[in-house]
């Protein structure tokens, strides 16, 4: 295999300029050619890109270092530059005539051993390469990344008719194990995978949803978080793509899919869709589309006269029961909801199945295309598993459809199968293939399908694997309750017991832990029943102490978000492993509420210890959980000190569990909290002032005030002298009794009943 050292990016819009800040996050120098401009900076295009990844909604770039990675220049002044380059990655314009220009221009530069691929998923190898010498088609391949580079898991590796294995190893090692993508072999054919059933099952909502005459509110309340989807919906997802960009995305694959192919079926525009964007209502980007924000309320467009009215949540018992017990609830339901789901997920499911074996023998493919790319949950044939293949070819023959031969001869069986201790999958043939993953590649939610779970409950389980024992939250969004609790104590308890290595506390989903659920405070200070709140607060805090206590180390692995009472379990780990994209942070403040896990507690310590200062530590402290502040990369995290120094991270999530399992062994236990002497009243006044004249400025609401005051009493001491010592347990007792005090207010339970209401139910 090739050493990929420098790398070549050429085109700066979205796709170009995503690859270059991924490339520049795994710390590899690049260079980010767009065309020259007129003007003063002739490099503006390419400067343009670079300002891209600086949005701090979605930024492409992880820190400072990583921006100064990037290079920026111009083909015509700078193409010379890529004949240092390893690997050059188009992402031009989608015109043949143009790529294959800059490909003879390339092969004209580049070195030999050079290797150049295209992010293109519309136009063949074949044709990209017509007239290339060997040589070149020999090392050129597709890499296709989906937006945001940085957030998107999956990369579509294609290869050619003459591609070198070498290339493609090369290719496939290094964008998984340098830039974190989960990476996915893909025939040469239109739309590869995960746009082929992906943009099948957007396109077949929306028709649905307008045969159905169901409401946008109606089709995304379903064709969401219910089936395992994102719970944008499919409205909700047009709005976020780009109607137009959307209506463009189905043109394109109508035009380079066979004739028969089932997706013409629903790539016929929609009248009043088209009218959207006639009238410039094309999403997000022009902040109307299906869904618009009016000051703070939320409105959605009625389908039958096109004007807005007011968006509710949808609430039926039918999706209360599919959030307990899943798919089957919806598709035997036969209420219009039900027979909208099933219309849809027996389409989607047949198309992903009809394309075995003609374009990939493998399910898996298929199905991490979709989770990959698509933020599935589960693959299309994971959900046949769930649904049963004999229900679901039953009911499609019932209905008259076709039935796919893949579907047909698979049967009184199941996708995936558990082998012996080893999960396999069910070829075209009907063998058993054993998944096989890449050296250090390790998904728990496919390793645990080989174990039982030594405990569980609704909230949480616990399995022993490796000689440790694994933690996973599986509640809604991974909400922290009693039940999380217990068996976090159970687990530490048990390892402890059994000689163990240790415990990692970690999950497959999309986040690790939103924060404590709402509910759990809801039903408290619905009863009046504060004296169960402390008691579930002290519950929680012992639970961190006896996790920092534990005499066996506990590692954190995680991924996604982990806010609020999330945080503060991997703050109380005694070695973190994160994903490179892991939000992290205490987010209490926005709930009207302060950290009450130890998260306060943990974070003046860390402070202090870092600035060897009381008085800066508690300043820093009170300003940060005040604020709010979230660190998007382990860069941002270590500036707020929310990592310890040997704490590391991975570029590829599923790198995450592997790396936890190697270096338990190695990790030594936090030390135990010495008290400390507190800033006192003067500081804890200085606090309150600095909350008075922001709020005078009119960036403090008086309720950011109270809640400012709450956390400045708990790092300050409050109207305690400086230099009062308060034991690590003081701390806790103060951060409980703050946490009281808001729950009590008015403002705090408007709040909390808002977001819940609102379906935002985690945010601790």
Same mark, same amino acid.
């Given at each position: 295999?090739?050493?990929?050292?420098?790398?070549?990016?050429?085109?700066?819009?979205?796709?170009?300029?995503?690859?270059?800040?991924?490339?520049?996050?795994?710390?590899?120098?690049?260079?980010?050619?767009?065309?020259?401009?007129?003007? /003063?900076?002739?490099?503006?295009?390419?400067?343009?890109?670079?300002?891209?990844?600086?949005?701090?909604?979605?930024?492409?770039?992880?820190?400072?270092?990583?921006?100064?990675?990037?290079?920026?220049?111009?083909?015509?002044?700078?193409?010379?530059?890529?004949?240092?380059?390893?690997?050059?990655?188009?992402?031009?314009?989608?015109?043949?005539?143009?790529?294959?220009?800059?490909?003879?221009?390339?092969?004209?530069?580049?070195? $030999?051993?050079?290797?150049? @691929?295209?992010?293109?998923?519309?136009?063949?190898?074949?044709?990209?390469?017509?007239?290339?010498?060997?040589?070149?088609?020999?090392?050129?391949?597709?890499?296709?990344?989906?937006?945001?580079?940085?957030?998107?898991?999956?990369?579509?590796?294609?290869?050619?008719?003459?591609?070198?294995?070498?290339?493609?190893?090369?290719?496939?090692?290094?964008?998984?194990?340098?830039?974190?993508?989960?990476?996915?072999?893909?025939?040469?054919?239109?739309?590869?995978?995960?746009?082929?059933?992906?943009?099948?099952?957007?396109?077949?909502?929306?028709?649905?949803?307008?045969?159905?005459?169901?409401?946008?509110?109606?089709?995304?309340?379903?064709?969401?978080?219910?089936?395992?989807?994102?719970?944008?919906?499919?409205?909700?997802?047009?709005?976020?793509?780009?109607?137009?960009?959307?209506?463009?995305?189905?043109?394109?694959?109508?035009?380079?899919?066979?004739?028969?192919?089932?997706?013409?079926?629903?790539?016929?525009?929609? /009248?009043?869709?088209?009218?959207?964007?006639?009238?410039?209502?094309?999403?997000?980007?022009?902040?109307?589309?299906?869904?618009?924000?009016?000051?703070?309320?939320?409105?959605?467009?009625?389908?039958?006269?096109?004007?807005?009215?007011?968006?509710?949540?949808?609430?039926?018992?039918?999706?209360?029961?599919?959030?307990?017990?899943?798919?089957?609830?919806?598709?035997?339901?036969?209420?219009?909801?039900?027979?909208?789901?099933?219309?849809?997920?027996?389409?989607?499911?047949?198309?992903?199945?009809?394309?075995?074996?003609?374009?990939? /023998?493998?399910?898996?493919?298929?199905?991490?295309?979709?989770?990959?790319?698509?933020?599935?949950?589960?693959?299309?044939?994971?959900?046949?598993?769930?649904?049963?293949? *004999?229900?679901?070819?039953?009911?499609?023959?019932?209905?008259?459809?076709?039935?796919?031969?893949?579907?047909?001869?698979?049967?009184?069986?199941?996708?995936?199968?558990?082998?012996?201790?080893?999960?396999? @999958?069910? @070829? !075209?043939?009907?063998?058993?293939?054993?998944?096989?993953?890449?050296?250090?590649?390790?998904? %728990?939610? /496919?390793?645990?399908?080989?174990?039982?779970?030594?405990?569980?409950?609704?909230?949480?389980?616990?399995?022993?694997?490796?000689?440790?024992?694994?933690?996973?939250?599986?509640?809604?969004?991974?909400?922290?309750?009693?039940?999380?609790?217990?068996?976090? !104590?159970?687990?530490?308890?048990?390892? $402890?017991?059994?000689?163990?290595?240790?415990?990692?506390?970690?999950?497959?989903?999309?986040?690790?832990?939103?924060?404590?659920?709402?509910?759990?405070?809801?039903?408290? %200070?619905?009863?009046?029943?504060?004296?169960?709140?402390? *008691?579930?607060?002290?519950?929680?805090?012992?639970?961190?102490?006896?996790?920092?206590?534990?005499?066996?180390?506990?590692?954190?692995?995680?991924?996604?978000?982990?806010?609020?009472?999330? %945080?503060?379990?991997?703050?109380?780990?005694?070695?973190?492993?994160?994903?490179?994209?892991?939000?992290?942070?205490?987010?209490?403040?926005?709930?009207?509420?302060?950290?009450?896990?130890?998260?306060?507690?943990?974070?003046?310590?860390?402070?202090?210890?870092?600035?060897?200062?009381?008085?800066?530590?508690?300043?820093?402290?009170?300003?940060?959980?005040?604020?709010?502040?979230?660190?998007?990369?382990?860069?941002?995290?270590?500036?707020?000190?929310?990592?310890?120094?040997?704490?590391?991270?991975?570029?590829?999530?599923?790198?995450?569990?592997?790396?936890?399992?190697?270096?338990?062994?190695?990790?030594?236990?936090?030390?135990?909290?010495?008290?400390?002497?507190?800033?006192?009243?003067?500081?804890?006044?200085?606090?309150?002032?600095?909350?008075?004249?922001?709020?005078?400025?009119?960036?403090?609401?008086?309720?950011?005030? @109270?809640?400012?005051?709450?956390?400045?009493?708990?790092?300050?001491?409050?109207?305690?002298?400086?230099?009062?010592?308060?034991?690590?347990?003081?701390?806790?007792?103060?951060?409980?009794?703050?946490?009281?005090?808001?729950?009590?207010?008015?403002?705090?339970?408007?709040?909390?009943?808002?977001?819940?209401?609102?379906?935002?139910?985690?945010?601790?």
């Amino acid at each position: 295999m090739n050493k990929i050292i420098k790398v070549g990016v050429i085109g700066a819009g979205t796709m170009g300029a995503g690859i270059a800040g991924q490339v520049a996050n795994a710390g590899i120098e690049v260079w980010l050619l767009d065309l020259p401009t007129e003007g /003063e900076n002739v490099n503006s295009l390419a400067q343009k890109g670079l300002e891209r990844l600086r949005d701090p909604d979605m930024p492409g770039i992880m820190s400072k270092e990583a921006e100064e990675l990037i290079h920026l220049g111009n083909t015509r002044d700078n193409f010379n530059e890529l004949n240092e380059c390893d690997w050059i990655a188009e992402a031009v314009v989608e015109r043949l005539d143009i790529k294959q220009a800059l490909y003879k221009k390339l092969h004209e530069t580049c070195k $030999e051993s050079a290797i150049i @691929t295209s992010n293109t998923s519309t136009i063949p190898i074949s044709l990209l390469t017509e007239g290339m010498p060997q040589d070149f088609c020999e090392r050129f391949a597709i890499t296709h990344f989906f937006n945001p580079v940085r957030f998107m898991r999956l990369l579509e590796l294609v290869r050619g008719e003459q591609t070198r294995q070498d290339v493609m190893d090369t290719l496939d090692v290094f964008c998984e194990s340098m830039l974190g993508k989960g990476v996915v072999p893909c025939s040469d054919t239109p739309g590869f995978l995960a746009n082929r059933v992906g943009v099948f099952a957007i396109q077949c909502a929306l028709h649905k949803a307008f045969e159905y005459n169901l409401s946008p509110t109606e089709a995304d309340a379903f064709f969401g978080r219910p089936l395992g989807l994102p719970k944008t919906g499919v409205f909700g997802l047009y709005d976020l793509i780009g109607i137009d960009l959307m209506a463009d995305v189905a043109k394109s694959l109508e035009n380079i899919l066979p004739e028969n192919d089932a997706f013409h079926k629903y790539a016929a525009p929609i /009248e009043f869709v088209s009218n959207m964007i006639a009238n410039g209502q094309t999403g997000n980007k022009n902040d109307q589309g299906f869904y618009k924000q009016v000051g703070d309320d939320k409105m959605v467009i009625d389908l039958s006269n096109g004007s807005y009215v007011e968006h509710k949540r949808l609430k039926t018992s039918l999706l209360e029961e599919a959030e307990k017990t899943g798919v089957a609830a919806i598709i035997s339901d036969q209420s219009k909801y039900g027979l909208f789901i099933w219309d849809v997920l027996s389409e989607t499911l047949s198309y992903a199945a009809s394309l075995v074996p003609e374009v990939t /023998e493998d399910v898996t493919q298929i199905d991490d295309a979709m989770k990959l790319g698509y933020n599935w949950v589960k693959g299309p044939f994971e959900l046949i598993d769930e649904i049963g293949i *004999d229900y679901f070819v039953n009911r499609l023959k019932t209905s008259a459809r076709d039935v796919p031969d893949f579907l047909e001869n698979s049967t009184n069986k199941k996708f995936y199968i558990n082998s012996n201790s080893i999960l396999s @999958t069910l @070829t !075209s043939s009907g063998e058993l293939k054993p998944i096989v993953r890449p050296k250090g590649v390790l998904r %728990f939610s /496919e390793a645990r399908q080989t174990l039982a779970p030594i405990n569980s409950n609704e909230s949480a389980s616990w399995f022993e694997y490796e000689d440790a024992a694994v933690v996973e939250f599986h509640s809604k969004a991974n909400a922290l309750d009693s039940q999380s609790l217990d068996m976090i !104590s159970d687990a530490v308890t048990a390892a $402890e017991n059994k000689g163990l290595k240790g415990v990692i506390i970690h999950n497959d989903f999309q986040h690790f832990s939103c924060g404590v659920s709402l509910w759990s405070v809801r039903n408290c %200070f619905e009863k009046n029943d504060f004296d169960g709140l402390d *008691d579930f607060l002290a519950y929680f805090q012992n639970t961190m102490l006896q996790m920092r206590n534990s005499s066996l180390p506990v590692v954190a692995a995680p991924v996604g978000m982990s806010i609020g009472g999330g %945080f503060e379990v991997v703050l109380h780990a005694d070695h973190v492993v994160s994903h490179a994209n892991s939000v992290m942070g205490l987010v209490e403040s926005f709930v009207g509420v302060v950290p009450a896990g130890g998260g306060c507690k943990e974070m003046l310590y860390r402070w202090t210890e870092k600035l060897n200062d009381t008085q800066k530590g508690a300043w820093k402290s009170f300003m940060n959980i005040g604020l709010g502040r979230k660190a998007n990369s382990p860069q941002e995290a270590d500036a707020l000190s929310m990592r310890r120094p040997g704490d590391t991270f991975q570029m590829n999530r599923d790198r995450i569990l592997d790396a936890a399992l190697s270096t338990i062994g190695a990790t030594k236990k936090a030390a135990k909290r010495e008290p400390l002497a507190l800033s006192g009243a003067e500081h804890y006044q200085e606090m309150l002032e600095w909350l008075e004249v922001n709020h005078k400025k009119g960036m403090l609401t008086p309720h950011d005030v @109270t809640v400012g005051t709450e956390i400045g009493r708990v790092m300050s001491g409050g109207e305690c002298p400086a230099g009062t010592v308060f034991s690590e347990q003081d701390i806790l007792n103060a951060e409980r009794s703050s946490f009281i005090r808001l729950a009590q207010t008015q403002e705090t339970q408007a709040r909390i009943v808002a977001m819940l209401d609102n379906g935002i139910t985690l945010r601790n």
